[in-house]
């Protein structure tokens, strides 16, 4: 369920470092919608069509922490923001005080954003780590969805921006808990990604048209938000999801530390990490995730393409304010 909410406070001023895939089109949703915003990012190039719409570079995480309400980092490692956040010279850390907010909202490890969020605390600031959801194709429009976790009254005092920039928006408990909310849904995504590659192989072989292959899995049980993506994305050929093997690998190692600490032994997460391993070994850290498709082409001699499929994938719906999605529970 979705409800809609209002806060009283005024929160205007956001700061936002790490403008990656995804990072730069969160900072674009916030500038598109209003919001005073400064960015920083290790490539200039990358703050380009921002600072041409509006928005200002920052000096430092430092003093772009002391400007801001909010201070966002969206990072590749929970090792960069480290480095963003508590570097002796010019780390954000010296500059949240009381009244502000830091939001994490890189994939990154439960017990990192904890250790980091809790020296923002000290400071009198408060903390969310807040991932996202749901492909860059929706980051870009301001219809993902993000997962929060942090104190409640922090969550109401930041959903003005982060209903600026995802749709559905999911306060997932305490501090961490969004992290492991995030892990848990990338790591179910790449076992899909697997499976619907080995799915398309064997369809392949079996002689069946490709076309007609996607379309019986998209009315059927088998249907997935993976498949509706990122196998358009491998029938093109381009594979790109803007996803890489690197990403993948780490994100499945995050989960796999989380089962570690929970003392569980899984079965099917040793195999994903051998598989990705393997595809960032044979054709690159940087390259797509969909490609890791190509050690089965290679394997049977077959090519996995189709006609009609785009190269990247765009969001069509309209853009929409986002709103709390509301837990339901019994009584």
């Given at each position: ?33 209003g ?6 990012d ?19 995480p430092?003093k772009?922490?002391?400007?801001a ?72 429009t301001?219809?993902?969805?993000i ?59 079996a ?64 195999l ?18 969909p ?41």
């Open positions: 369920m979705l409800m809609s909410m209002t806060t009283k406070n005024p929160i205007n001023k956001v700061a936002f470092i790490g403008l990656g895939n995804v990072g730069g089109k969160l900072a674009g949703s916030l500038l598109r919608n919001f005073d915003l400064q960015v920083r290790l490539s200039r190039e990358a703050a380009a069509p921002l600072l041409e719409r509006g928005a200002r570079f920052g000096e430092s430092r772009m922490a002391e400007e309400d909010i201070l966002i980092t969206c990072l590749p490692t929970p090792q960069a923001s480290a480095a963003v956040m508590e570097d002796a010279a010019e780390g954000a850390l010296a500059g949240l005080s009381a009244g502000k907010i830091w939001m994490e909202m890189s994939t990154t490890d439960e017990t990192e954003v904890r250790r980091l969020g809790e020296l923002v605390m000290a400071r009198g600031a408060g903390a969310l780590d807040s991932p996202v959801s749901g492909g860059c194709h929706r980051a870009a301001g219809n993902i969805a997962f929060a976790g942090g104190e409640r009254a922090t969550f109401e005092a930041a959903l003005p921006a982060l209903t600026a920039m995802g749709r559905k928006i999911l306060h997932a408990g305490p501090l961490g808990a969004a992290s492991v909310l995030k892990v848990v849904t990338n790591y179910l995504a790449t076992a899909n990604l697997v499976s619907l590659c080995e799915a398309l192989v064997t369809a392949k072989l002689g069946m048209d490709l076309n007609t292959t996607y379309e019986a899995v998209r009315i059927s049980s088998g249907n997935s938000f993976v498949h509706e993506t990122e196998s358009q994305v491998i029938l093109n050929g381009s594979r790109n999801i803007n996803f890489t093997m690197d990403l993948v690998c780490k994100d499945i190692g995050l989960f796999a530390a989380i089962a570690e600490r929970c003392d569980l032994q899984l079965e099917l997460a040793p994903l990490v051998e598989i990705f391993r393997d595809g960032a070994k044979k054709y690159g850290a940087r390259e797509w995730s490609n890791i498709i190509r050690r089965l082409e290679e394997a049977c001699g077959a090519e996995i393409r189709a006609d009609g499929f785009p190269a990247e994938m765009t969001d069509t719906e309209p853009e929409s304010r986002g709103a709390e999605v509301v837990v339901a529970r019994g009584d």
